[in-house]
């Protein structure tokens, strides 16, 4: 299979054969295009197909320019869902894609799927032909995510603002939440719009999909898994009260919590200092934290301040990397009992 | 005096002779330079003098560079402080400045004086050596600043914020806010620091500040102002609970606030629209906002939105002319009994 | 005619009736709303009719955003066309259409046309219907402009690396000349398209038409007639040699051009300080220049630099309006014998 | 040495002993920011110490911020110079900062240098303490770097500008060049000042040290090392005449040059194949390229066209990477007989 042996003539050589061998559903967009980005650079990893319909045939360096001189690869129209020949498949087709393609391939159980849509999410859409769907937000489901066939990937609102109330809610302390979070451009995707013109978008600012934007359900998923109390669904009365702001800039997500609170300032940094002890990618910052400290990388900063008896978390990501691509590498990492940060050691953009 | 011969061989003529004689007090920052900006083309302002120690001598061109081909006029280390040759002073020098200068110098009472700091927003602070200074808000105190002698001009988050909840406080009706705002590096003036280099706050973002910014006082006081049941200072617990962000733009403040309500969303547009009715910059939009629809104008775009019980407001105001300079003009005008858009009429940057 | 009925509801009223009437033909892009911009705010204009056969009925800030508040004029199907109720028409509509429109009406030829695109600025394509269209570069036609009929609009890259060679080629000083300019995203218009992709365009720098934009043919042609030895259209071999590349800012040109010459400094700029001595928007800085110095306003700055035996010359226009519209303005202004500079008098951006 | 044992602890363990013991001088700025960034996911790399004098005793994260959970080094006041504790050194002190550090210092011959600023770049100070200093453009001196004990790593400018130019200079083909190049604002370093002030620079563009940029030095020292008729130095009459601008975006440099050529493009194409065709980094691209194909990488992109006689040479690299630290640790690896890209298969941001 010719894209195999391109993959060998790879200037920066992976281990390659005897790897694990993933597949790509959707490769020409932004998170199938992170996804190549960060595969060809994973030590254990092959890269089995990159599918693209409309780019069959066409170098990956042709449609994602930075490869130039990184990878041969070819885009391919086919798909190689035979068990031996592929072990895990990133769906990065769109948002109701992912279940089209379930439903439509005999995909062997052996084969793992992870789901860079919004899917299989929710509980009640998260089985489909006897595959179940593991919710992957590592520092919430670890231990099931580590023995999932497969993983419905979060949201990258959902991960910035999970990240900051996932401590609350394992202490049962989450009452309203009043969210502000601005969003890159990426988290558009690469279609034309009216609010993604440069003319436009340049030195702006907007709200969009206020108190309704569709990550709204896994969050209030997660934190009542969490937080028995704390409703299941947003209902427009109590939970996560969530306006998502488009920024003036390309990548991340930078999210500002304002919540009530009895404990003292140390006690809730206590609480999330223990909370994410052993996480490889969610960190604790004692001083505040800015966007750019987690531009390009898979991780997530964490901060809060308190003043009378309101408390406010600030958390940080880059939206295509733990909200997307990079979170789902982790989860691929997990899947196969690998380390988690393997292939993820990125350098940050910062500047 | 040779600043004034200078002013009129501007080569964008303004009325010159026989108009309001206006001197500034700090004139090479930010807000100076804005006003210098406005003030050349307005056709009743004869500017007096541009007082800047350390730039005086030279031309005004020389530190507002793109004033060049517009304004011979020069810095000038003296003051003109003496009735008829001055009529009205703008003191653009810093917070805390204006308190000196107003001490320190002996100022007939028939000069009109316009702060653009903080120094006599409070009612606590408004009174010095038998100056009164009206709080310049103009969509809340417009009858009181067309009698006034002295203006303290608005702080730029806090007009943004408050032209957001005024009619909400009029009718009774604020409970406590939850409100993130994102400004311009130019809110922070032009002095040289680690959150205003550009390698740094370049696609950056950050919050600062978090529900303890200074503008929160005057915010307090003027929704108590028209809704007594609302504190009438910020405590930590009832009230504006405000997390401001520096943004990665130059220019502008973007605020969402949201609010219980059980007002339909129909009520409280028709609420927001009767209260705006008559004012000359101030308008309720019936579609969405952005930033940019305002930046470079004195205009402040509100929209409101609504889910379940709660509300959210946006507004929008460039932070150095609505927020700034723009409105300081906007308060001579009344001052002096002239339409309150002459030479307010500015073109926006939109693009 | 029920915008002529909206235009005196206008909150902003202009001087109105008895001005000059002015339609514009293609009003919703970037250069008709300019237009509109500049016009509601001219003292001596009122707008018989805004066309967009796409827009007709909506509210012209339904489309121009930032125009809320400002004016009520409505967008139309239709053309006014009869002597009496229009005098000046500019076409805003593309690059072709001038040309089709022309063609296509009969247009009374006491109704003065300013065609903003590139039909008629060409001595060879400059007749059409025995209409006859002056260049309209007023820096280097004035004379023949205040008696024309018609304007051809100069293109925004043209104007800008004109305006820094016109001295020298009216000395008989030019000879190759290497040119790079720099332009901002609104130069493309308002289409969608992949390099006006926020995500892309953002933090990026790319060549395009190197060596061969379209401006170059109206760049010799007017090199040619100050300085006859200079190549009257562009060759590939001697002229100017000009690499435009795309910026990642939304406005203004930056362009900087290399020529041999045995000249002094002082000499040179001598030559500069004369020939814009009496320009009304062009000047000679004496001090570098940066871009933002012109943001938002119809100047042009210029400085020069020497080394050895080579000079550079900078040039900084905004390329809507020096390069569009604000330059079509002035050039109405010159054709009804106004103040070249009315309703030009704009507050650059700055910041 | 408790760095070495905070080394150690680091969460992404690096191969740790047994590797090339590296320290870097000047550590906390920018391009000793990116030397960590690289060196703690660099497989055969152990950082013996990161000096900073004004840091000492910090965490390198809370200077470098983003770095916060990948390592928990410190910054040191000392310096380790003794053989068998340290292998070699990476000077990012600053310009003229490393001729004073050889001069003050004794250092064993055994410990190889490498100067990130312009001290040694130029053959007549390539000499000092009986220590050579390669100049460490690897596509010009490969060899060369693969032997030796110290290296002058090129300029930022001068490394994207001599890559654009190499393949001719070795065919003989260089006449005059005609050069703009818009650089990052990391290229100035991280002290504050005017034109790095976000407010001024965002959305701004500028030219500086016109035709005299210190990089002309070391770029007609290379030229003239594979072009005998080009001069070796600048003259201001024949040569490169280099225009440097500003631009209002972080990292990364274009270039465009303009050429006198007979040859065709093709011909022109199959010179810069051949000259790249084995070079690690440095690619030449057949389609058109654009800056953020290289940003945050180690790569080198170039790109040619050709109207009439001129051809024009496009070139991007990022200059804190390729221009600068990545180039550095790509010399690092040639010393010690690694595989050139070793630590170096770097992400692109692209969006």
Not at 22 to 45: F, S
Not at 75 to 90: A, H
Not at 143 to 148: F, L
Not at 288 to 302: F, G, P, Y
Request: net charge neutral; charged share 20%; proline share 2%.
């Amino acid at each position: 299979m010719s894209n195999l042996e391109n993959s060998k003539k790879n200037k920066y050589t992976p281990s390659g054969d005897g790897g694990i061998k993933a597949g790509i559903v959707g490769g020409a967009g932004y998170t199938g295009g992170e996804l190549v980005r960060l595969l060809i650079n994973h030590p254990q990893v092959e890269i089995a197909f990159i599918n693209s319909s409309s780019n069959a045939g066409k170098f990956v360096y042709e449609v994602h320019k930075d490869l130039l001189g990184e990878t041969e690869l070819k885009f391919s129209s086919e798909l190689i869902l035979s068990e031996g020949n592929v072990d895990v498949i990133f769906l990065c087709a769109g948002h109701g894609e992912a279940k089209k393609f379930v439903e439509a391939n005999e995909i062997p159980s052996s084969i793992k799927l992870i789901d860079i849509g919004n899917d299989f999410r929710l509980a009640k859409d998260a089985n489909i032909k006897e595959r179940n769907f593991v919710y992957g937000l590592v520092e919430l489901n670890k231990i099931q995510i580590q023995s999932a066939q497969n993983i419905a990937n979060p949201g990258c609102f959902a991960t910035a603002i999970q990240l900051g109330l996932l401590p609350l809610a394992k202490a049962g302390l989450l009452k309203d939440v009043y969210t502000t979070a601005i969003t890159g451009s990426t988290g558009a995707g690469q279609s034309l719009s009216a609010t993604s013109h440069f003319s436009w978008r340049a030195n702006n600012i907007s709200a969009y999909k206020t108190l309704t934007h569709q990550h709204l359900g896994e969050i209030h998923q997660s934190l009542h898994q969490l937080q028995n109390s704390f409703p299941n669904s947003p209902s427009g009365v109590g939970g996560v009260h969530f306006v998502p702001w488009r920024g003036d800039f390309t990548r991340g997500i930078y999210v500002s919590s304002i919540i009530d609170t009895d404990l003292s300032l140390d006690e809730l940094k206590t609480l999330y200092k223990n909370f994410y002890a052993d996480a490889a990618f969610t960190h604790y910052s004692d001083s505040m934290i800015d966007l750019k400290q987690v531009v390009n990388t898979n991780k997530c900063l964490i901060n809060i301040e308190k003043q009378g008896n309101k408390m406010v978390v600030h958390s940080v990501i880059d939206n295509l990397l733990k909200g997307a691509s990079g979170q789902a590498l982790q989860n691929m990492n997990l899947l196969f009992g690998l380390d988690e940060t393997t292939g993820l050691k990125l350098k940050a953009i910062r500047f």
